[in-house]
Structure formats: structure tokens, C-alpha cells
């Protein structure tokens, strides 16, 4: 079987049911999960996924995140679709989804979540 390169980072401030719930299916699915601690969300997405040329933030304070946060980095659209399926069908509710891009790698974690904040609420007034 090939090794996989799909990888998850997973910000939940509160963790419990819906964290293993959520985890359970993205290890069914042999995806990659890196937990970000709170005090990791001042660090850039390319930081938190390990890529080259993106170090660690010395200054890296950064706000509270209220609500979970997946950003989901090598996934092809059909794996997409089927792990927003799964997410649907165990009722799993995580309403800050994110695909990495080329633009969003340098942005700082906190800044991404800030962003999809403000799209949810432009989208649901």
C-alpha cells in the first residue's frame, strides 16, 4: 500500500467526543494528523505541516481560537469528498475547514481561522 501524504492539522479547544470521533475517521482513512496545541496557532501552516522554508515563529503569540479547525494539506478530490462524508455521516461538527494553497502556507494559523471566521459569518448573518 502507498504511504500516504494527506495530512491534518486539528486545532479543537476542547477536544473530547468530537476529537476522537473525528480522529477514528481520519485514521480509518491511514491520514496524518498533527495536533496544534493553543500555543502553536501564531505559527504559519507551512510551520505546522513541517514544510521547508517555513521556521518557527520566536513571537508567536496569537489569540484564542474558539471553535476546532481542520486545514487539510495532499488530498485529492475524491479523498476530499470522502472525508467530508464521513465527517457528515458521524455528525462530527467541525465548521472550520480549510484545503492548504500556496497563499495560505504563510499565513499564521490564527489568521486562516480568522479569515474562515469571517467568511461563516458573511455567510450565515
Avoid at 25 to 52: E, S
Avoid at 54 to 74: H, I, M, Q
Amino acid at each position: 500500500m502507498a504511504v500516504s501524504r494527506e495530512t491534518v492539522l486539528y486545532y479543537d479547544p476542547v477536544g473530547g467526543e468530537r476529537a476522537a470521533k473525528l480522529k477514528s475517521i481520519l485514521v480509518r482513512m491511514g491520514v496524518r494528523i498533527k495536533n496544534v496545541p493553543a500555543d502553536a496557532v501564531g505559527q504559519t501552516v507551512g510551520c505546522l505541516l513541517g514544510r521547508k522554508g517555513f521556521g518557527t515563529r520566536a513571537e508567536a503569540e496569537a489569540p484564542a481560537l474558539a471553535e476546532p479547525l481542520l486545514v487539510l494539506d495532499g488530498f485529492t478530490d475524491k479523498r476530499l469528498e470522502i472525508l467530508l462524508r464521513e465527517i457528515k455521516q458521524q455528525a462530527v461538527r467541525v465548521p472550520y475547514k480549510a484545503v492548504v494553497t500556496e497563499t495560505n502556507l504563510g499565513w499564521l494559523l490564527h489568521q486562516l481561522y480568522e479569515e474562515l471566521a469571517a467568511e461563516h459569518e458573511a455567510m450565515n448573518p
